[in-house]
């Protein structure tokens, strides 16, 4: 799986991958309470959701379904 590959294409601000699609899951709870300052969030993937939420570094939880296993 290229996942992790494409995940850093998308967080280097090359856009989306071509032919590909991730779901949006929005930002984790902490990182919606925090102004917006894009370059202290970090996207994360779930697997469960099969999408990319936003949080600070160091979070782990899926804001969506709560996984922490990315
Ligand atoms: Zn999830």
């Known amino acids: 799986m290229a996942v992790e590959d494409d995940l850093a294409k998308l967080l280097r601000g090359d856009g989306p991958p071509s032919g590909r699609t ?4 929005g930002l984790s ?5 925090l102004p917006r300052v ?4 970090y996207g994360k993937w779930c697997s469960r959701c099969r999408g990319i939420w936003f949080g600070l570094v160091g979070e782990c939880e899926c804001p ?7």
Do not use: I
């Open 38 to 41: 894009p370059n202290t969030l």
């Open 64 to 70: 969506k379904c709560g996984n922490r296993h990315g």
């Open 29 to 33: 709870a902490l990182a919606k309470r």
């Open 22 to 25: 991730f779901k949006d899951l």
